[in-house]
């Protein structure tokens, strides 16, 4: 059964993976609305040769899987060592290394009169790399994954730079992903996705599913969540410098009541705050819409399907698949992927992940088979 080949080096060069005895990775975020706090890499290691006393404050951890190319790559900094030291140093001595993610550590950086000029909001968010952040060991980078579709307004800024990048992010509604940008195994990057370059990012090369097969990722536990706070009729949007707006879907409200939901942006004028307010109201005003988490491990797969999705995580977007109680066939549905957490022992890897519907991403395209359905595919901004 697969097992997955993690490694582990630190400065990017010595291989520390024989001395780690658990990992647990965390990032991304549970559900669409939610801010960015950031993502964690936590190790505990066999420390009897006193290893983590070599390891230093913001100490670089690049973690990969050496079966891919592609797939997971991603530096974490070092930020805090727990020694576990035991008793006359008979036994097992270890300690806990807890790192950051790149995200996460933009919160330990703080902006003062940063000037940010009036700028597509991925490309405001690199500004960041003048002036604040250490470019040469983190930095932002939005080449991958497109321009945004909002323009920030201009300010000067002081703050942490996480904030500003969750605000940019709520101007935007797209994605912040983080990992190796180039070929420098020491430097954390934070990555930008903006909301119109999700949609044609969904990965066909393997789905989840309920059961194994070579093309499929099977899970072993499944939530399918309803509404709750991301149930959204009535919206305030509060850009920079402009007068609020409020934005309603009278239909909703009249059917279910209003749900309330605020949100502070840098949008440039009042006309693109409105379609953020009218895109939030419209979108999330579906009752019966849903969200999913799913759980499963390395060891149950089949071999070919889960060598594809070394290849293909963390990716954008996927299928899903799951079987209502009573129905006599599946629902598939195509998904974002908003966070996850890799569980890793020596003698299985286990995952836990969070999606959204990609529908919560998909903007009305004309003569499109996926993009041009209404009551599918709603009107961008």
Request: with cysteine.
């Amino acid at each position: 059964m697969p097992t997955t080949p993690w490694v582990f080096l630190l400065n990017g060069v010595t291989d520390i993976t024989s001395s780690i005895l658990s990992a647990s990775i965390t990032q991304g975020r549970e559900k669409y609305l939610d801010n960015y706090g950031g993502g964690s890499l936590s190790i505990t290691i066999n420390n009897n040769a006193n290893l983590a006393n070599t390891l230093n404050f913001n100490d670089p951890i690049f973690v990969y899987n050496s079966s891919t190319t592609a797939g997971f790559r991603d530096t974490f900094a070092v930020q805090q060592i727990t020694f576990n030291d035991h008793p006359g140093n008979t036994g097992l001595s270890t300690a806990t290394i807890f790192c950051v993610d790149p995200l996460s550590r933009t919160g330990r950086y703080q902006a003062t009169a940063q000037v940010l000029n009036q700028l597509i909001t991925t490309l405001q968010m690199e500004a960041f790399n003048s002036g604040t952040l250490p470019f040469d060991a983190l930095y932002v980078y939005s080449g991958f994954y497109g321009l945004g579709s909002s323009v920030a307004s201009a300010q000067t800024y002081t703050g942490t730079v996480l904030n500003q990048l969750n605000i940019l992010q709520a101007t935007e509604r797209g994605l912040l992903r983080t990992g190796l940008a180039f070929t420098d195994l020491t430097a954390q990057t934070v990555q930008p996705v903006s909301r119109g370059s999700i949609y044609n990012r969904l990965t066909t090369a393997f789905s989840f599913g309920r059961n194994i097969a070579s093309t499929v990722i099977a899970y072993n536990t499944f939530e399918r969540i309803q509404n709750g706070v991301t149930f959204i009729n009535t919206a305030t949007i509060s850009p920079l410098g402009l007068s609020s707006e409020t934005r309603t879907n009278t239909a909703s409200v009249t059917a279910n009541g209003a749900a309330f939901y605020s949100s502070s942006t840098v949008d440039y004028n009042a006309t693109q705050a409105q379609g953020n307010g009218d895109w939030i109201v419209n979108t999330f005003s579906n009752t019966t819409d849903l969200r999913f988490k799913i759980g499963f491990t390395d060891r149950m797969q089949n071999s070919s399907a889960y060598t594809t999705f070394l290849a293909n995580f963390p990716g954008i977007a996927f299928s899903l698949a799951y079987r209502v109680p009573a129905a006599g066939s599946d629902t598939t549905v195509n998904v974002v992927l908003e966070g996850w957490t890799i569980n890793i022992t020596p003698e299985q890897t286990s995952y836990e992940l969070s999606f959204s519907p990609l529908s919560y991403y998909q903007f009305f395209t004309l003569n499109s088979s996926v993009l041009g359905i209404l009551d599918t595919s709603r009107l961008g901004w």
